[in-house]
C-alpha cells in the first residue's frame, strides 16, 4: 500500500473513535493487533477495541483533532489532540463532569490495509491535573 493508503487508514481509525463506532475500530484492525501503552495486555482485536471502549466510557463527549499524519512505508505518526469531559469512571475517579485537552502522538503500523500495531503517547499527565487527581505544579523558570 500506498504511504497515502496508510495514512487514510489510520485517518479512518480517529473517525470511528470520533463517531464512537467500535465496530468501525475494529474492522480497521487485524487479527492480532497489538497497543503498547501504560494499560498491560491490549492484544489482538479484542484488547485493542477494549481500550477504546474503556476511553469510550470514561469520556463520552470527546473529540479527536488530527493536526497531522506523516507517513513513511507501513508507518504512520499522528499528531493530535484530545478534547474530552470526564463522564465515567477513570483510573478510580468517579465521573467528574470536568473538560480536558490532551495533546498526543500515535505511531502505527499498516498491515494490508489494517492497523496491526499502535504506539500510544498521550499526554496523561496533563489530563490527570485537569481533571483535579494530580495538583498542578507552577515551575519559576
Do not use: C
Amino acid at each position: 500500500m500506498s504511504t497515502e493508503e496508510n495514512k487514510a487508514v489510520v485517518q479512518r481509525m480517529f473517525d470511528a473513535i470520533n463517531a464512537s463506532d467500535l465496530d468501525g475500530v475494529a474492522d480497521l484492525l487485524t487479527d492480532d493487533a497489538t497497543v503498547h501503552t501504560g494499560i498491560p495486555g491490549v492484544l489482538g482485536k479484542d484488547g485493542f477495541r477494549g481500550f477504546v471502549g474503556l476511553y469510550l466510557e470514561a469520556f463520552p463527549e470527546q473529540h479527536i483533532d488530527v493536526h497531522e499524519l506523516v507517513a513513511e512505508g507501513d508507518r504512520v505518526l499522528a499528531r493530535h489532540t484530545h478534547h474530552v469531559t470526564h463522564g465515567g469512571d477513570f483510573a478510580g475517579m468517579p465521573p467528574s463532569g470536568k473538560q480536558a485537552v490532551i495533546d498526543g502522538l500515535e505511531l502505527f503500523w499498516v498491515r494490508d490495509g489494517r492497523v496491526a500495531e499502535m504506539w500510544h503517547h498521550d499526554d496523561l499527565l496533563s489530563l490527570m491535573q485537569q481533571l483535579g487527581a494530580i495538583p498542578a505544579v507552577a515551575v519559576a523558570v
